[in-house]
C-alpha cells in the first residue's frame, strides 16, 4: 500500500512541536480590526492547541 500523502493545506496551517502537540493560528484577525479591542487581537496572534475533538483528523491529514 503506498504511503499516505500530506495535505498541503493542512499542512501550511498547522505545526507540530518538539513534544508533538498540534499547534494552530487562530481565526478573526485578517481584517475589521478596528472595532476589537487590542487585548483581543494581540491574544488571537497567539497559536493555541488544536481541540481534543479535532485532533484525529488533523493528524490523518498530517499524514502522521
Do not use: I, N, W, Y
Not at 500523502?5 to 512541536?17: E, I, L, N, Q, S
Not at 498540534?22 to 496572534?45: D, F, N, V, Y
Amino acid at each position: 500500500m503506498p504511503k499516505m500523502k500530506t495535505d498541503r493545506g493542512a499542512a501550511k496551517r498547522f505545526k507540530v512541536t518538539g513534544t508533538g502537540r498540534l499547534r494552530r493560528g487562530q481565526a478573526m484577525r485578517s481584517h475589521l480590526l478596528e472595532k476589537k479591542a487590542s487585548t483581543r487581537t494581540r491574544r488571537l496572534g497567539r497559536e493555541v492547541d488544536v481541540a481534543s475533538a479535532d485532533l484525529r483528523q488533523v493528524r490523518r491529514l498530517l499524514g502522521r
